[in-house]
T-cell receptor, first 115, second 119 residues
């Protein structure tokens, strides 16, 4: 158990809908990262938050947004869902995110299926 | 562009034997970190081992060791005394400076190697 929690574990929804994925980082970790794992794209970095502020952006679609709250939990919002958004979404956390030695610990993931 | 290459889509190993999973990387930065993660069939990503670009010694964590050859830009994972529970996908990843923000941010992952341990 990495100490990172994600809910829900599974999510099935229809095209055009909006969903929210939730992540609670390990105790003491200030950085939260979101990754998408799909069969065709592999594991891709979406976005990072550090202590409530957006720190870095990766291959995140405009239909997707995220935020980190004062209690450091984070939510990833996916809207106008398309079939291609079906994937495993991981949240990871680390202590600072500002040093190369900082290890990211991953949550169990949310498997999103868009029908 | 930074890149991680894992050339072995699948590997087989006999239980109790050692196995090496290959990883090569490409970066123009001098400071970077290399990680290996394990993803069992249940889906979670489990951190195994870390190697910093300035570390002079190869990293070791229990049965896992990292064969780091900086000049060749390779960071191969060695699993000694394989166990049935080692059957999983293994991902090599690199973390490097985010030049714009000044911090170290995203992990770049390879395509992974699926390891099967046979009894």
């Amino acid at each position: 158990d990495s100490g990172v929690t994600q809910t829900p574990k599974h999510l099935i929804t229809a095209t055009g809908q909006r969903v929210t994925l939730r992540c609670s980082p390990r105790s003491g970790d200030l950085s939260v990262y979101w990754y998408q794992q799909s069969l065709d794209q592999g594991l891709q970095f979406l976005i990072q938050y550090y202590n409530g502020e957006e720190r870095a952006k990766g291959n995140i679609l405009e239909r997707f947004s995220a935020q980190q709250f004062p209690d450091l939990h984070s939510e990833l919002n996916l809207s106008s869902l398309e079939l291609g958004d079906s994937a495993l979404y991981f949240c990871a956390s680390s202590v600072e995110g500002l040093r190369g030695t900082d290890t990211q610990y991953f949550g169990p993931g949310t498997r999103l299926t868009v029908l | 562009a930074q890149k991680i290459t894992q050339t072995q889509p699948g590997m087989f190993v006999q239980e109790k034997e050692a196995v090496t999973l290959d990883c090569t990387y490409d970066t123009s930065d001098q400071s970077y970190g290399l990680f290996w993660y394990k993803q069992p069939s249940s889906g979670e990503m489990i951190f195994l081992i870390y190697q910093g670009s300035y570390d002079e010694q190869n990293a070791t964590e229990g049965r896992y060791s990292l064969n780091f050859q900086k000049a060749r830009k390779s960071a191969n994972l060695v699993i000694s005394a394989s166990q049935l529970g080692d059957s999983a996908m293994y991902f090599c990843a690199m973390r490097e400076p985010q030049k714009i923000s000044g911090g170290y941010n995203k992990l770049i992952f390879g395509a992974g190697t699926r390891l099967a341990v046979h009894p």
